[in-house]
């Protein structure tokens, strides 16, 4: 319809150009006509964008074709040359038998030496220029593994000259080198050590003879094969610990004394006056380890004085065993050692009260040592943890046996066994039998044995089980002591 109306009042407005209705008809028709032309000419427009774009997508897919072609292809010239690698590799795959050949003394293994001054051995045209090679040993049985390389190239007078003891050689090493040789026609591969573990720097000598010069002195004086001194840090720096602590007593063994300050010493000794009574009065409680005792008691009560275990003062914090038994009240075995669970029944039998009050009080005491030494152990502080010490025994524990970081040390640990045996001894009127005590202190039976003997007792053999008696005078094992190695 719009493209009908112009046209149509174009025409009219031609032929009758004198109506003013028809030049009014005529004027709408050519806006008209204008629109439309610009109404087509972005239509036309937008034709040839949408024919722009879709001509760009044609080309970003031919051009993503070709990347992927060429991606592609890429791909199987990469799997080429990697089966082509690997079939290479397979056919030069060798299956070789690996033989290792040991130091032997009688033969000097192969020896292996460089050249820092830059010549080269092996740039002779014939077999007649290669240079001569020997070897020397030094002679004597100590140092026979000491070696001298000399090298001379032909027609020369230049010597090159190598050692595994001197220069470079006594830097620390921190591997092991070993020559490897392939043999493609039998298969193998044998390995064997070189000479001294070491690489020869062959250092040029101009003007010598193939005579190897002397050592300097003070090699001569020195082995090789000792461990340098405490002063030199850096040879020492990357031993290990155990190695540091046996330098240290090869060095105590290996100390000399010194004959002036021997002197010097022997004359101070003489005149020192010695107490001969002060002597006479020491106790040997810390050389034996065992508890006060009288070595010339002629009753088993005084050999070891029961009032120099159990001080006055403590009776009165033992009495937890006779408040019980007096109140008529049943006791919990399960809370006491085995040695005082199975002699509680032994206690209700005694007529005599102050002689039940004094065991009791002795079996106590047993039941707080024990449960002391278990506290300060790693197998035994589950079932001492939650017992109750009287305040006036746990200081005298912590002052007696010191425990350390929460550990007896050996000495302590013995003294306060040796502590619980003396008093065991005490409430089976000195003949004990050993198999109960020894679960409750986690010993075995012969272990505890040397216990005993350490505190004078003899041992024997009834109903298949040891009994510990104590014969008076005391005679105690005389003291072994290690010898030093």
């Not at 070491?198 to 300097?216: L, T």
């Not at 508890?291 to 937890?320: C, Q």
């Amino acid at each position: 319809m719009l493209l009908g109306s112009p046209v149509v009042g174009t025409y009219e407005c031609s032929r009758s150009s004198q109506n003013p209705s028809l030049s009014k008809t005529s004027e709408r028709g050519a806006t008209q006509t204008q629109f439309c032309s610009l109404l087509f000419g972005s239509l036309e427009t937008m034709a040839d964008i949408e024919t722009g774009s879709q001509f760009h997508d044609l080309e970003d897919e031919v051009s993503e074709r070709k990347k992927r072609r060429k991606e592609k292809k890429r791909k199987r010239d990469k799997e080429k040359k990697i089966e082509e690698v690997e079939a290479n590799i397979e056919e030069d795959k060798l299956q070789a038998q690996i033989q290792v050949f040991p130091d032997k003394a009688e033969k000097i293994p192969p020896i292996v030496g460089y050249f820092p001054s830059g010549y080269d051995p092996c740039r002779q045209e014939s077999e007649q220029q290669s240079p001569t090679a020997r070897v020397y040993r030094h002679q004597a049985k100590n140092r026979s593994g000491r070696l001298h390389l000399v090298v001379r190239p032909p027609k020369t007078k230049v010597n090159f000259v190598g050692t595994n003891f001197s220069g470079e050689a006594t830097a620390p090493q921190f591997c092991t080198y070993a020559l490897g040789v392939l043999d493609k026609e039998t298969h193998t591969l044998k390995i064997m050590p070189i000479a001294g573990n070491k690489i020869f720097r062959m250092e040029p000598n101009v003007g010598g003879s193939d005579i190897v010069a002397k050592e300097p002195s003070d090699m001569a004086q020195s082995d090789i094969s000792e461990p340098k001194t405490d002063g030199d840090v850096d040879s020492r720096r990357y031993w290990t610990k155990r190695a540091i602590k046996q330098h240290k007593k090869l060095h105590a063994l290996n100390q000399e004394d010194d004959p002036e300050s021997q002197k010097i010493v022997g004359d101070k000794i003489k005149e020192v006056v010695a107490n001969k009574e002060a002597l006479e009065g020491t106790s040997a409680d810390v050389a034996r380890n065992v508890p006060p005792h009288n070595a010339s008691a002629t009753v088993p009560e005084e050999a070891y004085p029961l009032e120099k275990i159990i001080l006055r003062g403590e009776w009165d914090f033992l009495m937890d065993i006779y408040e019980v038994l007096q109140a008529e009240a049943e006791v919990v075995i399960k809370n006491y050692p085995i040695f005082v669970g199975n002699r509680i029944q032994r206690l209700q039998e005694i007529q005599d009260d102050e002689e039940k009050k004094t065991l009791c009080c002795i079996l106590s005491y047993i039941a707080h040592l024990i449960k002391f030494k278990d506290l300060h152990s790693m197998d035994g502080y589950s079932s001492a943890k939650n017992h109750k010490f009287p305040s006036i025994l746990r200081q005298k524990f912590g002052t007696m046996f010191d425990p350390e970081s929460k550990r007896l040390s050996t000495v302590k640990n013995d003294l306060l066994i040796s502590y619980v045996l003396v008093l065991t001894l005490y409430a089976d009127g000195f003949r004990t039998s050993i198999s109960d005590i020894a679960k409750d202190l986690r010993m075995h039976s012969y272990m505890l044995r040397a216990h005993f003997e350490n505190l004078g007792c003899k041992l024997g053999q009834e109903n298949k089980s040891l009994v510990a008696t104590l014969p008076v005078p005391l005679k105690f094992p005389d003291v072994r002591r290690r010898r030093r190695r």
